[in-house]
């Protein structure tokens, strides 16, 4: 069992208006957060203690509260401001390295535990932030294997809801098995990874599941278009079956902490030569030149 909260991390975080060591932060056992999972939350990448693609997260961060029909508590240059403060914090050490910064937003405190959405609460929001483990060059170097499973989760999978009970069983899959993800199928077509986006290389082209309730359009959605658009890769989204992926030239994985990462096995079987392809190698370089520019930028819209 894990030890005493004086063993938690000293952390600043934000809380409802406060910044506090995150030991410390505490919410009501009556949030309908900590009793529905009634909340939403968005992760934000930091490079040299500069978010990146920051308004992206932030829109996505609003499709995701209007969904829920919860009020957006602040703007978006206030949830800026909050962020950087967080960064400012940080250690030295801390800012030189990759961080994510975790924001989480619920529908508030309610008087009673009731399934109806009750009017007029006041959100509860929190953030915080933590260092990225970065994946070594070696495992870059020779791919990593991954399982699949039947996508069994709920239907609304483009909300990025705090409710992610099903994203962890289906994580702990991969976990049981030694291996480093999850991909999912829904009636065999490819859905998504427990907490990645999941794309397909064949004859040089790059495609991935539609824009759909079914998939978690991850920001990386609109920066791999992207970077296969200055690479001049085709690329397509489109319904892809479960034999496409297992007979994939190429089979990536993209989200917030793993950047892009190739995916060399499936189910114990060799997915294209069985080492990570030119496809990949030219999507990563374009994704540390992508960093770089963002280290760089200051421009962020309010």
Known sequence: MLGPADALPDSLCYLDGDY???RDAKVSV???GFIFGDGVYDVVPLYAGQPFCFDEHMARLDRSLAALRIDNPMARRDWLALVMRLVDASPDEERRQA???YIQVTRGVAPRRDHAMPPGLRPTVF???SVVKP???DVRARGVACVSAEDFRW???HIKATSLLGAVLARQISIDAGATETIMFRDEWLSEASSSNVWVVKDGAVSGPP??????????????????????IPFSLRRIDRSEVFTADELLLSSASKEVLPV?????????????????QALYQGYQLAKQESAHSTGIDS
């Open 155 to 157: 239907k609304m999978a």
């Open 20 to 22: 506090v060591p995150l």
């Open 127 to 129: 953030s915080m932030l």
């Open 211 to 232: 824009r759909d309730q079914l998939v978690l359009a991850g920001i990386r959605y609109g920066l791999i278009e992207r970077l296969c658009a200055d690479a001049g």
């Open 99 to 101: 961080q994510l910064a």
């Open 135 to 137: 994946i070594g060059t």
């Open 264 to 280: 060399v096995t499936l189910d114990g079987r060799t997915i294209g030569k069985g080492t990570p392809g030119p496809i990949y």
């Open 30 to 32: 009556l949030d309908r």
